[in-house]
């Protein structure tokens, strides 16, 4: 909204700042960062009223977390929605098709998350939406955005899959890349909604992905830069790097309430929306292999709980003590803060060597 600002350039020079993406990163960067300050301890306490029992805890959790986190508010994703919803309108370009892609895609995967959320609070149990009903819904809104992925992408992109470490590689999927990339964005949805398990475990690896993701989207989206990189350019996507700049923003302005210990938590209507907007990312920047990577540490926990629902089939016997896997080492007796810092580690690792991927062809 403010990119219009630099119309008024003749007027003031100064104005001119606003053409610059990274200027506009930095402005959505901290209003998001200082809506979640302003805003967030009225939302917990209104949520805490409202709420008044909290998010309802699984019944075969450790007795230490049944305890600790009882009573704690949820559906704390609609302040970084929030945060991030303004940041992006304020400072990003609106005549951009990337932004309003990656942007409703968020909006929508964080309105199912709220009626999820929503029903198990006012049940009084942990499940809420049922899960095929989730899905669905979540399979309608990525086949949506797949098909206006493939609509604004280039001509020379549209229904191609991007290789990452090889030059110029281009795999044409067709009208396949629909359900690929709809894989991709329910994938993620749902790969991150698995590890929103502990305080502050889900929020700093998504904000770790998001701006490794904006590095790469402004990366793509610059002729000189692609050139230089030999990567597939995607003129347009660079207006992403405010979007991704809001998100850590907001997320930074969510973890200061939800650190250790938690005062609310994220919740499906926050899990589910940033799981959907690095799915959708990937898609729009053509970087759908690198976002296994970059966020990694999200596969191994969707793996987890598949790995361990099906030899459970088989075998009537569990791989892990539970599922998802940072659970497994809450049973195992490793400390929460223990868990939460070191999944961290291994997604900053990981975002760094996605990121690498677009220097080595």
């Known amino acids: 909204m403010l990119f219009w600002l630099t119309s008024l350039a003749d ?39 409202r709420q008044r029992r ?34 992006t309108l304020l400072w990003a370009r609106l005549d951009n ?3 309003w892609l990656v942007l409703l895609v968020t909006v929508a995967f964080g309105l199912i998350g709220f009626a999820d959320d929503y029903a198990k609070v ?30 604004i992408h280039p001509p020379n992109l549209s229904g191609q899959l991007a290789v990452p470490l090889f030059k110029d590689v281009l795999i044409n999927l067709g009208w396949f890349f629909i359900p690929f990339a709809m894989f991709v964005i329910v994938g993620a ?10 305080d502050g475990l889900a929020i700093m ?18 002729v000189d830069f692609t050139s230089y990189l030999d990567v597939h350019y995607v003129p347009g996507t660079g207006e992403l790097l405010i979007f991704t700049a809001a998100l850590a923003g907001g997320g930074l302005g969510f973890l200061w309430y939800n650190a250790p ?18 799915g959708a990312i990937a898609v729009a920047t053509k970087h759908e292999i690198v976002l296994g990577i970059v966020g990694g540490l999200f596969v191994v926990e969707a793996l987890s709980v598949i ?55």
Not at 122 to 144: N, T
Not at 189 to 198: H, R
Not at 311 to 339: C, D, N, S
């Open 307 to 361: 790995i361990q629902v099906l030899y459970f089939k088989r075998t009537g016997k569990r791989v892990f003590l539970m599922a998802p896997i940072h659970h497994h080492f809450e049973k195992k007796g490793w400390a929460e803060p223990q868990i939460v810092i070191r999944f961290w580690i291994i997604s900053l690792v990981l975002a760094l060597i996605g990121l690498a991927t677009l220097k080595i062809r």
């Open 122 to 151: 006012s049940q009084g149990h942990h499940k809420g939406v049922s899960g095929r009903m989730r899905m669905a819904l979540g399979l309608v809104i990525a086949f949506l955005a797949s098909l206006a992925a493939m609509w």
């Open 261 to 278: 210990p938690a005062a609310v938590f994220m919740g499906d209507t926050g899990s589910l929306a940033l799981g959907g907007a690095l």
């Open 97 to 99: 098709p990337y932004v």
């Open 205 to 222: 690896p998504v904000m770790i992905a998001a701006t490794t993701l904006g590095v790469i989207a402004y990366a793509v989206g610059r």
């Open 11 to 49: 007027v003031f020079i100064g104005f001119n700042l606003f053409r610059y993406i990274t200027f506009r990163a930095g402005g959505a960067f901290f209003t998001a960062l200082i809506f979640g300050f302003v805003f967030g301890r009225p939302l917990i306490e209104l949520l805490r009223r």
């Open 54 to 87: 909290g998010q309802p805890i699984r019944e075969e959790m450790s007795a230490g977390h049944l305890l600790n986190k009882q009573g704690t508010p949820t559906m704390g994703g609609l302040l970084i929605l929030s945060a991030l919803v303004v940041a």
């Open 189 to 198: 949805a749902n790969s991150v909604n698995l590890t929103d398990g502990l």
